[in-house]
């Protein structure tokens, strides 16, 4: 094959193709955690999300809650990945797994979300948060149904692997996914580009840039406890008691029981099972969705 101008911009229309497709096609399972928050600058900085007021009786002039008083800032890192395709594979027709090579590129591009948010989720409980405790902690800042300030737990220690409850119904999640720059592959294929002159090697690289961060911990527990019907309840009761600064509970409803693979078959046991102990019917058939999440093993 003729090395020219058109014959580069096939072979990169074609690379470009198997990654967009596989781009867009990968499941993931990061946006059960974390929402997508578009980023314009360097950093987002964002208030704290659980100051956010709720619905009032309108008496006298409103109600003005400060949202700037305190913030904190999820600053974006940049990413990259690169391929080099030697000149005679593509003089000799010998580029065709190339076109594999993307796809798996752009597979990689669309789980990379996952490899950033799972990882700082399973460290939830060591990794600070806005309001200066562990995102898993027993001592986080909250509020009695008078509004006095007391310590709130979204954390069950013990000895086993962690297994986790999340409410992914409400537009604000448990995290942050911030996204400033999309991953897109570029060629780096000109007959006079350094690396084509000097090695004989076309590149073709993605890169992007972005950032993953903490939520609302209020949305998530995390629990070591073992994973029974006992322990699930006493952390969907632990969620359901949390309140706002007004006092008014926040009606958070666990949908998503996550967990790594080494309990599926126990998470599965509880909310998936209709009759129990020889035929008495489960009150948590149902109670939840299990999730399994290999980045958590």
Request: proline share 5%; charged share 20%.
């Amino acid at each position: 094959m003729d090395i020219n101008a058109s014959t580069l911009r096939s072979v990169y229309t074609g690379l470009s193709t198997a990654f967009n497709a596989r781009l867009e096609t990968t499941t993931t399972l990061y946006k059960t955690v974390a929402m997508d928050v578009p980023s314009s600058t360097a950093m987002n900085e964002y208030p704290r999300m659980d100051d956010l007021p709720g619905i009032r009786e309108w008496v006298g002039d409103r109600l003005v809650h400060d949202l700037s008083a305190q913030t904190y800032i999820v600053r974006n890192k940049e990413f990259e990945g690169t391929i080099g395709v030697k000149r005679s594979s593509i003089e000799d027709d010998q580029f065709g797994f190339y076109t594999t090579i993307a796809s798996q590129m752009g597979q990689d591009a669309a789980e990379f979300p996952d490899q950033l948010v799972w990882p700082l989720w399973k460290a939830g409980d060591a990794t600070l948060c806005y309001d200066g405790q562990n995102f898993f902690d027993t001592d986080h800042p909250g509020f009695d149904e008078n509004g006095a300030e007391i310590s709130v737990s979204n954390f069950t220690a013990g000895a086993g692997p962690a297994w986790y409850l999340v409410d992914d119904t409400r537009v604000i999640k448990p995290m942050v996914f911030q996204k400033r720059k999309p991953f897109k592959l570029v060629p780096m294929d000109r007959e006079t580009d350094t690396n084509v002159f000097m090695k004989g090697q076309f590149m073709y690289g993605v890169d992007g840039r972005c950032n993953a961060g903490f939520g609302l911990w209020q949305l998530a527990h995390m629990s070591k406890a073992d994973l029974t019907p006992a322990s699930f309840q006493a952390a969907r009761e632990a969620m359901a008691a949390i309140r706002k600064k007004n006092g008014q509970v926040i009606n958070i409803n666990p949908t998503k029981l996550i967990v790594p693979p080494s309990l599926e078959a126990d998470a599965k046991q509880i909310v998936e099972t209709m009759l129990i102990n020889g035929g008495d019917s489960n009150i948590w058939f149902k109670a939840a969705e299990v999730v399994k999440v290999p980045l958590l093993g």
